[in-house]
């Protein structure tokens, strides 16, 4: 992860930004960004969320299919993620700019449903060693203007409850 370096100045402009509870986009300290939160608008998918939070831009699309459990856990469902980061979104994302965000953001999402305690994968399970549901979660960042992570989470929440 790269180093951010600010000069004197900017370290000024923030502080002074926080002391007067302003921010540059207008907002005070409290303001939350405008969010649009609409699900279901994948009609093929077994669930969907399509979240704009300010100028950032997710569509989540889950697939759900019945497969045989792994082996070290055949008595619960699975979740997978995978990550596209449109070479629209930002200009970094341009060639294969993006890979290594989508990596990270699914490593994330991965790490973070793995505990019972955000996601039970019990259920999903049909007969215990040979059939379980699998959901395939699908993210598409089309835009990037802020708070990516956060954008990501909440569109991935709500998907997976539409579903």
């Known amino acids: 992860m790269s ?7 900017e370290k000024t402009f923030i502080l002074h930004g926080v002391e007067q509870n302003f921010r540059v986009d207008g907002r005070t300290r409290s303001d939350v960004r405008p969010m649009v939160l609409e699900t279901d608008i ?3 998918a077994s669930g969907s969320c399509r979240l704009r939070l300010a100028n950032t831009d997710i569509l989540v699309g889950i697939k759900a299919e019945l497969e045989k459990p792994l082996p070290q ?6 979740i997978e993620f995978s990550v596209d980061c449109s070479a629209n979104a930002t200009p970094a994302f341009e060639g ?3 890979d290594d965000l989508a990596a990270d953001i699914s490593r994330i999402l991965a790490s973070s449903y793995e505990s019972p ?5 019990a259920p999903l399970c049909i007969l215990p ?3 379980c549901w699998i959901l395939y979660v699908d993210i598409l960042v089309l835009e ?3 708070n ?9 929440k709500s998907a997976l409850y539409s579903t």
């Open 3 to 9: 180093t951010l370096v600010l000069s004197e100045s």
């Open 42 to 44: 994948v009609s093929h």
């Open 73 to 78: 856990h055949p008595d619960r469902g699975r």
């Open 96 to 98: 294969r700019g993006g």
């Open 117 to 121: 305690e955000v996601l039970n994968l």
């Open 129 to 131: 060693g040979k059939t």
């Open 144 to 146: 990037v203007g802020g």
């Open 148 to 156: 990516l992570y956060d954008a990501v989470s909440m569109a991935v």
